[in-house]
């Protein structure tokens, strides 16, 4: 009975999503309770306040921007990633020295969440590591003039789901009732956009998926405590010169100045 009800309430959370339904089917499962069994972690967003910069609680925040997701005809794997991109909330939430809710690094503990619902429900591996990166890395800002260093290295961080991070930029936002007034689209949103397609369109590489040689491969060179700095040289150094990405610069590189500890 229990398999029966979690194939469910997973059916029809992706097929919501799919036909663009997916809030009517939450208000269902909510009210049939089986919400509070197979996703306890979004009931407990009802009743947690969404602190000074909304009008609304967290549960309402992610419905609306869920909503409007569907709305516009956001992908569904999009539509499930502004269902739960800030559903670490609750357990991050704490109150400053004035008495003001904060929630200090719920997109990590947000992503942890939303990696055992996908488990739970049985949504699949790529559909799971899908909302988990776009939990983990909703939370971005640039001041406008940023530098390209900068944004490349955002670009690296985040990889080829930079669009649909800042279309879930853009749910979050309408899904906050005290910036209904304000646009969709800050300009500080938008040069961030021009300059990500600029970065890409004149770099050979700004992926790690850009590389001859796979994460995989990389990391049996350099070990995995050295990832985090290798990753990022390499690829600065190839967009210097693409003739570098080949599979034998890049090996007699890192095994000179990156070798394995």
Same mark, same amino acid.
């Given at each position: 009975m229990a398999n029966d009800q979690k194939l469910l309430v997973s059916h029809f959370i992706i097929a919501?999503?799919?036909?663009?339904?997916?809030?009517?089917?939450?208000?269902a499962i909510r009210d049939t309770g089986l919400m509070d069994t197979w996703m306890p972690e979004l009931t407990a967003c009802i009743t947690c306040g969404g602190g000074d910069h909304h009008d609304e609680?967290?549960? *309402? !925040?992610?419905?609306?921007?869920?909503?409007?997701?569907? *709305? !516009?005809?956001y992908k569904y794997e999009l539509q499930l990633a502004a269902l739960f991109h800030d559903i670490g909330k609750p357990q991050s939430v704490a109150t400053d020295a004035l008495g003001r809710l904060t929630f200090h690094s719920h997109e990590i503990t947000g992503a942890a969440i939303v990696f055992q619902i996908g488990t739970r429900l049985e949504f699949g591996r790529e559909l799971t590591q899908y909302l988990v990166h776009m939990t983990r890395h909703h939370m971005f800002r640039f001041p406008i003039n940023s530098g390209d260093k900068t944004i490349k290295r955002w670009l690296l961080k985040v990889g080829p789901d930079w669009e649909d991070l800042l279309l879930l930029r853009v749910a979050d936002r309408r899904g906050n009732k005290a910036k209904d007034n304000r646009p969709e689209?800050?300009?500080?949103?938008?040069?961030?956009?021009a300059q990500s397609r600029r970065i890409i369109s004149q770099s050979p590489v700004t992926f790690i998926t850009d590389l001859v040689l796979s994460e995989r491969e990389i990391k049996k060179l350099v070990g995995d405590k050295q990832m985090k700095e290798a990753i990022p040289s390499l690829v600065n150094l190839i967009c210097d010169d693409a003739s570098r990405n080949n599979k034998e610069w890049i090996k007699n590189y890192l095994q000179k100045v990156w070798p394995l500890k």
């Open positions: 919501g999503a799919k036909d663009g339904t997916l809030t009517k089917y939450l208000s609680t967290v549960y *309402e !925040h992610l419905i609306r921007s869920a909503q409007w997701a569907a *709305e !516009h005809e689209w800050t300009p500080a949103m938008l040069e961030l956009q």
